[in-house]
């Protein structure tokens, strides 16, 4: 991988950039959902739901444990939770995106009281938010049989310190799963979508969140970031078996997933 962490702050300096990481987060979390929605034309939540659904494999074996990592405001930890037969931990390491998380997780629980047929409502009682960097998981080796990131992987300080981690705390076996915006690949489009994500999506982020760092990061992260063969090899190379990847909207994002190989 050419680019091996979020091109915020100076590459020799991981601490930095994780803090302003975490406070260029913790200034958005409170529109966060509504950008996230409003800017992907609500693309963002199918691309969550069918992550879900290919993982539900590894969500439904008994008393399986995943981990949403980067959860930020839950929304693949909820998506995950519809399918699970045991726990989905969702992990951040910025305090007010998992206060936006606790709330939805409360919204849903009491929206589902006396209705079992919702998937999400019900399944949130088997889901939990914790406090946690994605580079120093509290977890114990081998504990977890999913570990997953939804556009947060490209804000790691280190991508080889994600995979590590993600290694060490997966059973073998067990799923990693990489949402992330990646290269369109189709020609026509292409250039449309490049020029809304460049110029479009900044101004309009800006606008709406009062905050213009976040909505100028955006696209220059994506820019700088591994495309789907380089993430494949990447993952490939940090223990990982049978990785593939599967493009939304012609490579806007990718979904990557792999297990974690027996040694
Ligand atoms: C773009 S948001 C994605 C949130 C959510 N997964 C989603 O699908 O909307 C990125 C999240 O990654 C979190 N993050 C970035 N680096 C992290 C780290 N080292 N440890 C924990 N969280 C991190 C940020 O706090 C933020 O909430």
């Not at 998992?98 to 849903?108: G, I, M, Y």
């Not at 088997?126 to 999913?146: G, H, K, N, V, Y």
Request: aromatic share 10%.
């Amino acid at each position: 991988m050419e680019q091996t962490g979020s091109p915020l702050g100076p590459a020799d300096q991981p601490q930095d950039t994780a803090r302003a990481v975490q406070s260029m987060f913790a200034r958005v979390a409170p529109r966060y959902d509504f950008l996230n929605h409003l800017l992907s034309a609500r693309f963002d939540l199918w691309w969550r739901r069918v992550a879900a659904r290919d993982l539900r494999e590894v969500l439904q074996r008994p008393d399986s444990i995943a981990a949403d990592l980067c959860c930020g405001t839950g929304d693949l930890t909820f998506a995950f939770a519809r399918y699970s037969r045991g726990l989905v931990v969702g992990a951040d390491f910025c305090h007010p995106m998992l206060l936006v998380a606790e709330r939805k997780r409360s919204c849903l629980i009491s929206m589902a009281r006396g209705d079992a047929s919702d998937g999400r409502g019900s399944g949130s009682r088997r889901t939990r938010f914790i406090e946690a960097d994605t580079l120093r998981l509290p977890f114990r080796d081998q504990s977890l049989d999913l570990a997953s990131m939804a556009f947060g992987f490209r804000n790691l300080a280190s991508y080889e310190d994600g995979l590590r981690e993600i290694h060490r705390t997966l059973r073998p076996g067990g799923a990693i799963a990489i949402l992330e915006f990646s290269r369109m690949q189709w020609t026509v489009l292409g250039p449309l979508f490049r020029l809304y994500f460049h110029h479009v999506l900044p101004v309009v982020g800006t606008l709406i969140s009062g905050e213009s760092g976040p909505y100028k990061y955006l696209p220059n992260s994506v820019k700088n970031f591994p495309d789907q063969d380089a993430l494949a090899r990447a993952i490939r190379e940090h223990g990982f078996a049978n990785v593939r990847y599967r493009n939304f909207l012609g490579g806007m994002a990718a979904l990557h997933v792999g297990v974690k190989a027996s040694s």
